[in-house]
């Protein structure tokens, strides 16, 4: 297989779709600036490549006897332990291959124990936010202290037996990054166990599991410049060890028997199989742990530097830009990702939206980011009213509930952060 050379550290890293053109409104064309990495991040050019040299070999993994079988086996359970090493879990920690972050957190929903209280704040994107069963809700913290604090007093004050904390590393609205280290010693010191909601940070951060002291970590492929239809779900094997399995099939099941009595009888497996029922998507867990060799090999330290100096362009274009509101929880100043949103006095949110694609050939998303209460507490807004993932229509006369949303990573130039700071401005 072969590995293009690692970009150097000042440049972006080669991804798909960078030459694709697009036409303007105003005529002619330009090539199409994505700024929507939130949403989705583009394929990394190695990724592709990657996938690309594999495709002939591919063969059923697992159960099959042939070559070509044996060799996606290897390639697959390869993929695994990449991803744990990426992900730095500890040594008997599991690595299940998911659809995404909300097919990950929906497998640990149904993994708790019954009796499993579960702590989220409110901020939190709705695939954290909705699959547990006994959840107790936090309300939105001003600095990450607080968030602290209120999660120690929650914690503090439930009754005995199991619990669990969902916490997000980065916001997909704010961008704002979490205390996460802080975050998982108070859940422990409570004795409830903590999984981290990654989809935002890993393709920005490096996300120790060990050293955070998370019990599990959860992210999807297709934020991680992978977009080939797989997630993951990494950590603690106990409760995974012994719940029912997420999917009932073949792969999942050890042994079945049909009995005298006419039923038929189950043996699950054990470790990541007993989760993974049906026949995998060994493409895509090829990508993710392509795309966390690239990560590595590029170095976040540098990645994080890059991309630290493009959320500081886009700040300050922002803020010289009259009735410009950005979306902070933690205060303007705060570390976070290349994740920022805003509202501009006396303009629809998604008006601004098409007018960056149209005009531009920006790609941005507006709306609420399937976070609708974290967009509420942040923008003010009736704490019961209904709302929808994208950006709901404001009766005449009514402020529209709804942001724009600017978003990159290690693909995005310059340039196109440059173009966005120009149209705003
Ligand atoms: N959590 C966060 C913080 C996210 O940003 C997203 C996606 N926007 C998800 C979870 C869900 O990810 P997916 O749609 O890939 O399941």
Redesign the pocket.
Known sequence: MSFATPASRKEPLPVLGRDVRVPLVTGGEVAYAALDY??SAPALQRVWDDVAAYAPYYGSVHRGAGYLSQLSTELFENARATIGGFLGCRPDDEVVFTR????S?NLLARAVPDDCRVFVFETE?H??LLPWRRVTYLDAPRTPQEAVRTLERALARRAPGPALVCV?G???VTGELWPVRELAAAAHAHGARIVL?A??LAPHHPVDVAALDVDWVAF?G??LYAPFGS?VLAGRGDWLATARPYLAGGGASRRVVRRADGHVAVEWHGGPARHEAGSPNVIGAHAIASACKALTEAGFASLVARERHLVEKVRAGLAAVPGVRVLSLFGADAPRVGVLSFVVDGWNSSHVAAALSAEYGIGVRDGL??AHPLVRAVLGGAPDEPGECGAPEAEPGERALNAVRVSFGAGTPDEHVERFVRAVG
Do not use: E, P, R, Y
């Open positions: 939130a949403a995404s972050t909300t097919d957190l994107h695939a954290a997000t980065a916001s997909n909601d989809a935002q999807s297709h934020k997630g980011f399937c």
